[in-house]
C-alpha cells in the first residue's frame, strides 16, 4: 500500500515516531514523499514490531520489486520473440524473392501479372500486441483514473487547511462586501464589459475598510498573542485568537453606529472649501461602516465563529 494513500493524521503520526519534522500545513503528498524518501535511505528495513504500520508498505514495496522483474523477463522473452520473427521474416522474404524471380523467369510468356506477388504475402507473424509500441487502451485507463485519483487527493489536501478555510471565508467576505454590489458585468455589444457602480475612491475605501477590520487587524493581535508557536514553531499567526478578534471586531463594527451629524458637517465645509484631510478620511471611514453594515451584516461574526470551530477541531 503506497503511503500516499494514507490518511494524513497516520502520516503525521508515522513521521513523529521517525522523527521527521514536517509542517502540519504540508499537503499529503509532500508528507508521504518524505517519509518514503527516509524510508528507502535506511540500509535495513525497520522493524515491524515496532513499526507495524509499515507491514502494507513493505509488502507493497516487495510486490513492486518482484512485478519490475517479471516485466523485465517479460520484456527480454518479446524482444527474443520479435527478434526470431524479424529472421524468420527476412528468410521468407528472400526465399519469396528467389522463388518469384524463377518464376518471372520461367512463366513470362503467360501473361502473369507483376503484382501476384502479393497473393503469397503472410501477415501472421506480425504480433502489434507484443510489441514495445502496441497502443494499450486499458493501460491508457488506469493511467487517466490514477491522475484524476492524485488530482482530487491534491485538491483534497489544499482545501483540507485552515489557511484555505479562510481564504474562502475571506473571499466569501470580499465578494458580498464589494463584487456583488458595486461590480456588475453589462451586456455589451461582442462581449460582457465589468462596470463600476461607484468611483475609484469609493471602491478604495470599501477594500481599505474590509482589508483593515477583517485581515489586518486580526491577523497583527493573533501574530503577538500566539499560543499555537509552542507546539507548531512554523505557525507565526494563532488561527484561534485571529478568529476570536475577528467575531470580536465583528460585533464591535456591527454595533458601531456613524454620526450623520458629522457627516452634515463634512458636507457643509466641502462645499465651502474648507476640508481638511481628517474630514476627508473620517467621510470614507463612514461611508465603509455603512456598507458594512448594510452589506455583511453579521456574516463575518459568523465566518469567525465558524472559524473557531474549525480550529477546536483540527487543533
Known amino acids: 500500500m503506497s503511503l500516499k494513500k494514507w490518511k494524513k493524521i497516520e502520516l503525521l503520526d508515522l513521521a513523529d515516531k521517525l522523527d521527521i519534522y514536517v509542517s502540519q500545513s504540508s499537503t499529503k503528498a509532500k508528507i508521504a514523499d518524505k517519509i518514503q524518501e527516509y ?34 523477463i517479460a520484456d527480454t522473452i518479446v524482444s527474443a520473440k520479435l527478434e526470431t520473427s524479424e529472421e524468420e521474416a527476412e528468410n521468407d522474404d528472400e526465399e519469396e524473392e528467389a522463388e518469384n524471380d524463377n518464376e518471372d523467369d520461367g512463366e513470362a510468356g503467360e501473361g502473369k501479372t507483376g503484382f501476384a506477388w502479393t497473393s503469397s504475402l503472410d501477415f501472421s507473424r506480425i504480433t502489434p500486441a507484443e510489441s514495445p509500441f502496441a497502443f ?11 491522475r484524476a485519483r492524485e488530482a482530487n487527493e491534491n485538491l483534497q489536501d489544499a482545501l483540507s487547511t485552515i489557511p484555505a478555510v479562510d481564504a474562502v471565508f475571506m473571499a466569501i467576505e470580499f465578494y458580498v462586501y464589494v463584487v456583488a454590489p458595486h461590480v456588475k458585468l453589462a451586456p455589451f455589444s461582442h462581449a460582457p464589459q465589468v462596470v463600476f457602480s461607484v468611483g475609484w475612491r469609493e471602491f478604495a475605501s470599501l477594500i481599505l475598510f474590509w482589508a483593515g477590520w477583517s485581515v489586518a487587524v486580526p491577523a497583527l493581535v493573533a501574530y503577538y498573542v500566539n499560543f499555537i508557536r509552542y507546539d507548531l514553531p512554523d505557525m507565526n499567526v ?10 470580536l471586531l465583528a460585533l464591535l463594527v456591527s454595533k458601531w453606529q456613524p454620526s450623520f451629524a458629522n457627516e452634515a458637517a463634512y458636507t457643509v465645509k466641502d462645499v465651502s472649501g474648507n476640508v481638511s484631510a481628517a474630514d476627508v478620511a473620517a467621510h470614507w471611514f463612514r461611508f465603509a461602516l455603512i456598507e458594512w453594515k448594510l452589506q455583511l451584516g453579521l456574516l463575518p461574526f459568523v465566518l469567525a465563529v465558524a472559524g473557531c470551530a474549525l480550529c477546536l477541531y483540527v487543533l
Do not use: G, I, R, W
Not at 494563532?238 to 467575531?247: E, G, L, R
Open 39 to 72: 524510508l528507502e535511505l535506511l540500509e535495513t528495513p525497520l522493524d515491524l514490531q515496532e513499526y507495524p504500520e509499515l507491514a502494507t508498505y513493505y509488502e507493497s514495496v516487495s510486490t513492486s520489486d518482484d512485478d519490475d522483474d517479471n516485466n523485465k
Open 136 to 146: 494499450k487502451f486499458h493501460e491508457f485507463l488506469q493511467d487517466v483514473q490514477e
Open 238 to 247: 494563532d488561527p484561534m485568537v485571529f478568529h476570536v478578534t475577528k467575531a
